[in-house]
């Protein structure tokens, strides 16, 4: 580690002296991009300097929410200034050759409405915004979100992978955060990928990797945080965007879309969508042998069909009092329902005489619904001195609830005693949250602060029923059940430091986070009662050069906190030969993390990245055999200790003006260990992913993509998962121009199924599971906008963001 910080910061002292004994005249552009009727500030603009012979931009980047933007180049060459926004005129602008500082003051841009004939700019949008301590996908720059969902634009990020259940992966790890508009939302608390492969991703902006979040963010996400934004444009107007869209095989229809409206002071905007799968039957298979005085060998084979649905409406409000005062509200909710049909026939026999042990037929019936909301409302005074000293008071409601049974019945049945059961857990989690921040801005540096208070309240009920043969009901088994209480109060404050200095932007920062747990079982009466404090450093350094380019430096420490999936004691007995459980005793998990960026935005947008992340009690799922009772079980411990090291790149190479080559992956090297019943138990290999997509336009409005991406195989404490690959042909048509595009794909045209294979061991077993999925499908999707874009529906510049809870993992850096 210290050796990896040496080289780091040697490393960037190097580049700092060279610097300063060889400049090199450099050129800035500033300005501040206006409505020309309202004269209200336009954030989001697309801004480039462009070659005036070859079209293509030498910089380029997105003015900030105040509508201002600087962009740097060499000095002594002539360039085009170009504006480029949805629903406004395209403005070019020719720039006299010098160095220094051209100040363009306020530049006035045009609705659409008032076209008199068009102007095509190729190659113009930056997809790809590096700052200091996140890297910005700008969703609405990519000709592709007219046809994809927001599941599908993910596989484009950087840093984000999916493994072979479609869970999103961020730098490999399953433990990150994800905020919607710079705040938690009860919408992707659960199932995350499910709502996305609904979302349109026309319904986003952009998507936001904070892979070193600064001191304002909780500490919560060991990998950092996924932000997507939503904010759409308006003034005195509306606009929307409505996609419909249908799948098949194992898919079925899904819409959605956004509206916004604003009218003086009041503004609102809304986001919705409805999204479902019917899969057909597909197979799966489980073998485990074991080993020991009497070894034996279990095989399992079964079928399973599964009906999901999901809806969700998202709204946003906000009131501008008067030029320092804005009241701003968000209220989410989403509720979702599934059922499913299980078959499973089990054989096992003993190895030493080949006889049989145990024999029978499953059926299982489940279903499944649950509902989550979220309200906030939060006020901001700015102050008149400087329209960046702000304060903000914030609160923040929010509430998941789920529902799952399963009724199982047992037949044909062989040496197996026990009766038909059913098994029903309920879970919910409720979250209060107190919030003050303030910002003081002095000259180039911006001070920060704030105090925070999270009050959570995680609930489970579990019963456990078996069939009396005699009565016919089902009567409840008290010692396989159980209620649960978990309280856990996270107290925190935080002091930031900004400073941007000529072309060097540092952000160093610490929170200090108090969380006081209390937990109850209720049936059994037991209680854990645990403190913790935690400091938590954060540091990013970035330095820009006149070619274009930037060198990022960071370094913080991340807390990743147990959640109602890795605590719940409730026992899956839906398959009675592997169960699974929750751990109510799990500590949290501190990591390390080390990072180094280099990024080139010129014609060729290049990103790569190295970066080390360690922990020494890190939350795995552990697998042990019981030769007594025949079973496996699983459970989460802290007892993992992490080192991984990894590399990860980014290209966007506009080949031609209309073709262009996008080429994102990651590479990492990982070592885990931790003890295993009493066995130290190790694993350790390279594990990554890659993503590439190769994109046509025709004019006019056609446009044609081909994609192809690989994952490896993922690593856990006692095992791994295997690789795959895929592939997908997409195709789009503006049939009425800015207004109705159609879309359709077909992904993985040649391989029918997806098949994912795990295998696991330990000291006296060893098990494989087989399942299957459909890969091959085909959709189709209709996006209609309408209305007007113009200037911000406000927002607060300060949100609530509860980054602070994990999600489960199934290794270390899974």
């Not at 530049?107 to 004939?117: G, P």
């Not at 990103?607 to 080390?612: D, E, K, M, S, T």
């Amino acid at each position: 580690m210290k050796k990896l910080l040496f080289t780091a910061v040697s490393c960037l002292l190097t580049t700092f002296i060279f610097a300063q004994n060889a400049p090199t005249p450099t050129l800035i552009v500033k300005g501040i991009a206006i409505d020309s009727l309202s004269q209200e500030p336009l954030g989001y603009v697309t801004v480039a300097l462009q070659d005036p012979k070859t079209k293509f931009p030498v910089r380029s980047n997105l003015t900030k929410d105040d509508g201002s933007f600087d962009l740097k180049a060499a000095a002594g060459k002539h360039y085009e200034l170009v504006l480029v926004f949805v629903g406004y005129n395209n403005q070019i602008i020719s720039l006299p050759k010098k160095n220094g500082v051209i100040d363009m003051g306020k530049i006035k841009m045009n609705s659409s409405t008032q076209r008199l004939h068009d102007v095509i700019i190729t190659a113009v949008k930056p997809v790809i915004n590096q700052e200091v301590d996140r890297i910005s996908y700008n969703v609405q720059a990519d000709p592709e979100a007219k046809a994809l969902t927001v599941f599908d634009m993910l596989r484009k990020v950087p840093l984000i992978s999916m493994d072979a259940d479609d869970n999103i992966k961020l730098k490999g790890n399953s433990n990150y955060k994800i905020l919607i508009n710079g705040k938690p939302s009860s919408l992707v608390a659960n199932s995350p990928s499910d709502v996305f492969k609904a979302m349109p991703a026309s319904s986003i902006q952009r998507i936001e990797i904070i892979t070193n979040p600064p001191a304002k963010y909780d500490a919560e996400g060991l990998a950092g945080i996924i932000n997507i934004i939503t904010a759409k444009k308006v003034d005195n107007g509306y606009n929307g965007n409505i996609n419909l869209g249908y799948r098949t095989p194992a898919g079925g229809v899904r819409g959605g879309g956004f509206f916004t409206v604003k009218q003086g002071k009041l503004g609102a905007s809304a986001y919705f969508g409805s999204g479902g799968s019917d899969v057909p039957a597909t197979i799966s298979r489980n073998e485990r042998i074991t080993a020991g005085v009497d070894p034996s060998d279990l095989s399992q084979n079964g079928s399973q069909s599964r009906k999901n649905r999901w809806n969700w409406l998202g709204t946003d409000l906000s009131y501008d009092i008067d030029s320092l005062h804005l009241i701003t509200a968000n209220l989410n909710y989403n509720f979702g329902h599934s059922s499913s049909m299980a078959t499973q026939s089990s054989f096992s026999r003993d190895l030493m005489n080949d006889s049989t042990l145990q024999a029978f037929d499953l059926n299982n019936v489940g279903r499944s619904h649950g509902d989550g909301g979220d309200v906030g409302i939060n006020y901001q005074l700015g102050f008149k001195r400087s329209k960046d000293q702000l304060l903000t008071l914030s609160y923040n409601f929010t509430v998941n609830n789920n529902y799952q049974y399963n009724k199982i019945n047992i037949d044909d049945r062989i040496n197996y005693p026990m009766a038909d059961y059913s098994q029903l857990n309920k879970w919910s989690r409720k979250e209060n949250t107190f919030q003050v921040d303030y910002v003081q801005p002095l000259h180039k540096l911006s001070i920060e602060g704030g105090l925070k208070a999270i009050l959570r309240n995680y609930t489970s009920e579990s019963d456990y029923d078996t069939l009396d043969v005699k009565t016919n009901q089902y009567q409840l088994s008290p010692e396989l059940s159980n209620d649960f209480n978990y309280k856990q109060d996270i107290l925190g404050a935080y002091n930031s430091y900004s400073l941007n200095a000529n072309n060097w932007s540092f952000k160093v920062g610490a929170r200090l986070e108090e969380t006081i747990v209390d937990a109850d079982f209720i049936s059994t009466s037991s209680v854990v009662d645990r403190n913790y404090l935690n400091v938590v450093p954060s540091i990013s350094i970035n330095r820009k050069f006149a070619d274009m380019s930037s060198l990022n430096f960071g370094f913080t420490q991340r807390i990743a906190r147990p959640d109602i999936s890795n605590l719940n004691p409730f026992v899956d007995r839906s398959n009675p030969d592997f169960i699974s459980t929750g751990n109510p005793s799990l500590r949290p998990v501190v990591s390390n993390n080390l990072q180094v960026n280099y990024n080139l935005f010129k014609k060729v947008i290049f990103n790569f990245g190295l970066n080390y992340m360690f922990d020494n009690n890190n939350i795995l799922q552990v697998s042990s055999y019981n030769p007594l009772t025949d079973v496996t079980s699983t459970v989460y411990e802290n007892i993992g200790k992490d080192r991984n090291v990894g590399a990860n790149f980014y290209l966007n190479y506009p080949i031609t003006p209309n073709l262009n080559f996008n080429l994102n992956g990651s590479l990492n090297y990982l070592f885990i260990q931790g003890m295993v019943d009493t066995t130290l138990t190790k694993n350790h290999g390279f594990q990554g992913n890659a993503f590439s997509n190769l994109s046509y336009r025709f004019n006019p409005g056609w446009r044609v993509s081909l994609n192809y991406g690989y994952t490896s195989r993922y690593l856990t404490l006692q095992g791994n998962s295997n690789s795959f690959s895929f592939y997908s042909f997409n195709m789009s048509k503006e049939i009425v121009k800015n207004k109705l595009t159609f879309s359709a794909g077909v992904n993985n045209p040649f391989t029918k199924f997806r098949n994912f294979v795990s295998e696991t061991s330990g000291d006296n077993f060893t098990q494989t599971n087989f399942s299957q999925s459909y890969f091959r499908n085909f959709n189709f999707t209709l996006n209609y906008r309408f209305g007007q874009l113009t200037s911000d529906v406000k927002k607060n510049k300060r949100n609530i963001d509860n980054d602070d809870v994990s999600k489960s993992s199934t290794s270390g850096n899974q």
